[in-house]
């Protein structure tokens, strides 16, 4: 149990589809975060809150809507992706620097 | 920019054989650095850390110290396992807070 808890932990959808991810912190922390890890490539990080404020956004392209309703729950809302955005998505939080991140086990999205 | 360079992977080795791992950084300022291990079809766990230089982290058998005077902070295991088979991730912050910033992970394979 890492405290970050992904779900679901696999998915497969079809291009016209809607799903979303969730992702959910019972650690006390003030930041969430939302990663894609594609095979051979670096880890890119999508989006950042702070205090459930979107602080940062990488240039996603909108087919992904991230969501904070509260400091301890991130949604990543999909709609009309492409195949190429079949990844693993990891979620992580933190609070304060030093202690570093706590990562969620991720989804594995298939999009076909 | 600030940026975190690995040893290109994958690295094979048999049981009980020594590992390093190397890891160097650029960074503007004095940041806290950190290894994350991700065992196939999970997510990142924060193997060890160090926040300020000579600091050695450690934890499973793994060691890595702090050198400021070579922006390094160098992965090794005296006697690796079959179970130490994943993907390893050198990572920096600053103290003052802002982003984790990941080199591109190492792969380790371990044989019997």
């Known amino acids: 149990e890492t405290g970050v808890t992904q779900t679901p932990r696999h998915l497969v959808m079809g291009m016209t589809n809607k799903k979303s991810l969730k992702c959910e912190q019972h650690?006390?922390?003030?930041?969430m975060y939302w990663y894609k890890q594609s095979a051979k490539k670096p880890l890119e990080l999508m989006f950042v809150?702070?205090?459930?404020?979107?602080?940062e956004n990488n240039s996603v392209p909108s087919r992904f809507s991230p969501e904070c309703p509260n400091s301890s729950h991130l949604f990543l809302h999909l709609h009309t992706l492409q195949p190429e955005d079949s990844a693993l998505y990891l979620c992580?939080?933190?609070?304060?620097?030093?202690?570093?991140?706590?990562f969620g086990s991720g989804t594995r999205l298939t999009v076909v | 920019g600030d940026s975190v360079t690995q040893m290109e992977g994958p690295v094979t080795l048999s049981e009980e054989a020594f590992l390093t791992i190397n890891c160097t950084y650029t960074?503007?300022?004095?940041?806290?650095l950190f290894w994350y291990v991700q065992y196939p079809g999970e997510g990142l766990q924060l193997l060890l850390k160090?926040?300020?230089?000579?600091d050695k982290g450690s934890n499973k058998g793994f060691e890595a110290t702090y050198r400021k005077e070579t922006t390094s902070f160098h992965l090794e295991k005296g006697s690796v396992q079959v179970s130490d088979s994943a993907v390893y991730f050198c990572?920096?912050?600053?103290?003052?807070?802002?982003?984790?910033?990941f080199g591109q992970g190492t792969e380790l394979s371990v044989k019997p």
């Open positions: 809150y702070n205090f459930k404020e979107q602080t």
């Open positions: 160090a926040t300020k230089a000579d």
């Open positions: 990572a920096l912050i600053y103290n003052q807070g802002g982003k984790l910033i």
């Open positions: 650690l006390g922390h003030n930041a």
């Open positions: 960074a503007t300022g004095y940041p806290s």
């Open positions: 992580a939080s933190s609070q304060g620097a030093v202690a570093g991140y706590t």
